[in-house]
C-alpha cells in the first residue's frame, strides 16, 4: 500500500514511516520540522542530536534497502498539500502532523493560536486533499485519550449510545479536555466526523494515551535511526522526563496528590496499533474509533516504578510533590475500554522493570548533556 505519514520527522512519525516501509509498505513522509523550531524558540534540546528527514531516508535505506520518500513543507499550505498528495497519490494516510504539546498550547496567546491554527488548519487540508486527490484513501488520525477527560462514568471507545425520553441514539461520547490542544483534538474530531457524514469519508481516529519509549525494531539497525527525545515539562511525556529526571539526580516532579490517572503505551505498541489499523482500513462513510493504550497508570505509579528500578543501577531518587501548575482532577474514577485494537490483533507491551532500567542505562550515556535547567519551567494553566 502507499502510505504518507504527515509529520514523519517526529517523535512517532519518523519510527512508524519505517516500521511501515519495513512491513512492505510503500512510504512518504511530510514534514515541516515545527516540532524542531518550537524546541529552538523555546531553547530546548533534545537528548542526543538526530538527523534531518533527507539523511534518516538515507540512513534508512541503506541498512534495510527500503526506500522512504520525503517531501518537506508546511502542511498547512494548501499548495504543498495538492503536490503532495497529487504526486504519491496514497492509499492510507496517517495524520500526526500537529502541535501535540499540552504545556506547549497553555504557554501563551501566541502559542495557543498557533496550536489552534495549525491542527485544525493541516486536518482541514488533508480532508480536502483526501477528496479532491484520492477520494478512497483511508485516513488514520491521531487522537487523544485526552479528548475525553476524566468524567465519572466508564469512558467508551468513541461512540455512547443515549436513551432519552424513551428515544435512542448514538452519539460521539462526549469529549471535555483540559487543555487548547486536548480541545484542538476534539474539533479535529468533529471536522472529521462532519465530512465522513457528507462526502463518504474514511477515517479512523486512535485516541491514544501518552506514550513513553524510544526503542523500535527497525532503529535497532542504527542507533542514529532513533526518534528525538524530549525531557523537558513542554515536550517531554511524563514517564520519558521521570526517566531522565531519575538520571540527572532531579527530584521527580509529581504534579499535586499524583492520582491523575491515564492509559499509557510503549511506543512499540503505537507502531502495531497505527499498522492495524491501516491493514485493516474503516469502511467508506465509517469513523471508526479506538481508544489506543495498553495499561493505565497514575503519577504516582509511574514515579514509583522509576524510583525501584533506578535503586538497581544505585540513583539516589526522590520523589517530590509540587504544586499542580495544571488544572486537572488529582484523584478521580478512571475506567476507559479499549478493546478494539485488541480485536484487531494487538498483543499489547506491558510496562516492565526491564524496559525501564534499558531505558535508565541508555539515557545515562547522555548524562552529560542534560540541562537541568530545561526539567521544569512551571507553565501555569491559569
Ligand atoms: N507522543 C504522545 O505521547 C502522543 C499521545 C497522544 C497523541 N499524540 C498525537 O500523535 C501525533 C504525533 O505526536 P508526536 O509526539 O510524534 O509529536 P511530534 O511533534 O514529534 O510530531 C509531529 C510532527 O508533525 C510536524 N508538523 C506539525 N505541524 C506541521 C505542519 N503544519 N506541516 C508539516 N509538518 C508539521 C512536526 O514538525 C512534527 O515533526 C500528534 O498528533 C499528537 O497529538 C501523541
Redesign the pocket.
Known amino acids: 500500500m502507499r502510505i504518507l505519514v504527515?509529520?514523519g520527522?517526529?517523535?512517532?512519525?519518523w519510527p512508524t514511516a519505517m516500521h511501515l516501509s519495513a512491513h512492505g509498505h510503500d512510504v512518504a513522509v511530510?514534514?515541516?520540522?515545527?516540532?524542531?523550531q518550537l524546541c529552538r524558540e523555546e531553547q530546548i534540546d533534545f537528548l542526543f542530536e538526530v538527523p534531518d528527514l533527507n539523511q534518516r531516508a538515507a540512513l534508512w535505506q541503506s541498512v534495510s534497502g527500503y526506500q522512504i520518500v520525503v517531501y518537506i513543507?508546511?502542511?498547512?499550505q494548501w499548495e504543498f498539500v495538492a503536490e503532495v498528495f497529487a504526486d504519491f497519490k496514497p492509499q492510507a494516510i496517517v495524520h500526526?502532523?500537529?502541535?501535540?504539546a499540552a504545556p506547549y498550547s497553555m504557554l501563551n496567546r501566541q502559542a495557543a493560536t498557533l496550536t489552534l491554527q495549525?491542527n485544525l488548519t493541516?486536518t482541514a487540508n488533508v480532508i480536502f486533499g483526501a477528496k479532491e486527490f484520492c477520494s478512497d484513501a483511508h485516513i488514520v488520525k491521531?487522537?487523544?485519550m485526552g479528548e475525553y477527560g476524566t468524567p465519572n462514568i466508564d469512558i467508551e471507545e468513541g461512540w455512547l449510545d443515549v436513551e432519552h425520553n424513551g428515544r435512542k441514539h448514538t452519539f460521539l461520547y462526549p469529549r471535555q479536555a483540559s487543555s487548547l490542544y486536548h480541545t484542538t483534538?476534539i474539533m479535529d474530531t468533529d471536522l472529521l466526523w462532519f465530512y465522513v457524514r457528507t462526502w463518504g469519508l474514511r477515517v479512523t481516529d486512535l485516541m491514544?494515551?501518552?506514550?513513553y519509549g524510544l526503542f523500535t525494531d527497525e532503529s535497532e539497525k542504527d542507533q542514529r535511526l532513533l526518534p528525538f527525545f524530549n525531557y523537558d515539562e513542554i515536550f517531554g511525556?511524563v514517564l520519558n522526563r521521570f526517566v531522565v529526571q531519575a538520571v540527572a539526580g532531579y527530584p521527580l516532579t509529581v504534579y499535586g496528590k499524583g492520582g491523575q490517572t491515564r492509559g499509557y503505551l510503549n511506543i512499540k505498541d503505537t507502531l502495531n496499533c497505527v499498522r492495524l489499523a491501516v491493514d485493516k482500513p474503516a469502511e467508506t462513510g465509517e469513523l471508526r474509533i479506538f481508544n489506543q493504550f495498553s495499561e493505565t497508570f497514575s503519577v504516582n505509579d509511574l514515579a514509583q516504578k522509576v524510583a525501584k528500578a533506578g535503586k538497581k543501577l544505585d540513583l539516589k531518587i526522590k520523589i517530590e510533590h509540587i504544586e499542580n501548575p495544571r488544572m486537572e482532577a488529582e484523584t478521580h474514577y478512571y475506567n476507559p475500554k479499549h478493546t478494539g485494537l485488541l480485536d484487531l490483533g494487538l498483543t499489547p507491551h506491558y510496562l516492565s522493570e526491564e524496559d525501564l532500567l534499558e531505558m535508565l542505562e541508555f539515557v545515562s550515556q547522555y548524562k552529560g548533556r542534560i540541562n537541568t535547567d530545561q526539567i521544569y519551567r512551571n507553565v501555569k494553566w491559569n
Open positions: 504527515l509529520g520527522d517526529g517523535y512517532l512519525g511530510a514534514d515541516n520540522y515545527l516540532r524542531r513543507g508546511d502542511l498547512c500526526y502532523a500537529e502541535q501535540p495549525n493541516v491521531l487522537g487523544t483534538k491514544q494515551g501518552p506514550v511525556t
